[in-house]
């Protein structure tokens, strides 16, 4: 598969669909229980690449995670605010886990690049892990994404926040989801071309 291919095959699994289902979920079911919706179609998608590819998706995982984070604090005392702007704080949370991730030996998107390598082809992420130890330009690129894709995320969810927050006007949904699908697209642009430029260097 394309690299463009990759990025908006992951844009629809763990971004459009969610975000659908959330929306659709929403009149019927409440925030708790349109939260928990939003997470069937990763739940699935996890389950059809398991079953298909023997490969577990990382990226999912990562989102999944951050659903069940937003369901623990809309679920709190703390969370009754959240509850009344009925606005999710999915993206922010996956968005400090990339940044609190730059602690670590390998950060978040090292296990993003290996996951979609290792659904490639069979022992290409051995291949990665390799390159990892013995190039430090690609470990420098690997966080330099890792802070990008934090810091974006974390601002698109304080954006839409504080739109749905303060902002008093019937195209607030409009608005909010504007400022999501434009962040996404403009970071997997910045990837991509990040990427090109990248292998180009190499």
């Given at each position: 598969?394309?690299?463009?291919?990759?990025?908006?095959?992951?844009?629809?699994?763990?971004?459009?669909?969610?975000?659908?289902?959330?929306?659709?979920?929403?009149?019927?079911?409440?925030?708790?229980?349109?939260?928990?919706?939003?997470?069937?179609?990763?739940?699935?998608?996890?389950?059809?690449?398991?079953?298909?590819?023997?490969?577990?998706?990382?990226?999912?995982?990562?989102?999944?995670?951050?659903?069940?984070?937003?369901?623990?604090?809309?679920?709190?005392?703390?969370?009754?605010?959240?509850?009344?702007?009925?606005?999710?704080?999915?993206?922010?949370?996956?968005?400090?886990?990339?940044?609190?991730?730059?602690?670590?030996?390998?950060?978040?998107?090292?296990?993003l690049a290996r996951s979609t390598l290792?659904?490639?082809?069979?022992?290409?992420?051995?291949?990665?892990?390799?390159?990892?130890?013995?190039?430090?330009?690609?470990?420098?690129?690997?966080?330099?994404?890792?802070?990008?894709?934090?810091?974006?995320?974390?601002?698109?969810?304080?954006?839409?926040?504080?739109?749905?927050?303060?902002?008093?006007?019937?195209?607030?949904?409009?608005?909010?989801?504007?400022?999501?699908?434009?962040?996404?697209?403009?970071?997997?642009?910045?990837?991509?071309?990040?990427?090109?430029?990248?292998?180009?260097?190499?």
């Amino acid at each position: 598969m394309i690299p463009s291919a990759r990025y908006a095959l992951a844009f629809v699994v763990n971004v459009a669909l969610p975000t659908v289902t959330y929306r659709l979920a929403l009149p019927h079911c409440g925030l708790l229980g349109a939260l928990m919706a939003s997470g069937i179609p990763l739940l699935a998608w996890i389950t059809f690449d398991f079953a298909r590819f023997r490969h577990f998706d990382a990226l999912s995982a990562i989102v999944l995670a951050s659903l069940a984070l937003s369901l623990l604090l809309l679920m709190s005392p703390a969370g009754q605010w959240l509850r009344e702007i009925r606005d999710p704080l999915v993206g922010g949370f996956t968005g400090v886990l990339f940044l609190l991730s730059l602690a670590a030996r390998r950060p978040l998107v090292f296990y993003l690049a290996r996951s979609t390598l290792a659904r490639e082809h069979q022992g290409r992420e051995r291949e990665f892990d390799a390159m990892w130890q013995s190039r430090p330009a690609l470990a420098k690129s690997i966080r330099l994404m890792t802070v990008v894709w934090g810091v974006g995320l974390v601002g698109e969810n304080a954006v839409r926040l504080y739109i749905a927050g303060h902002l008093v006007s019937h195209d607030v949904v409009r608005l909010s989801a504007w400022v999501r699908y434009g962040t996404y697209a403009a970071l997997m642009a910045w990837s991509i071309l990040y990427r090109h430029a990248y292998i180009k260097r190499q």
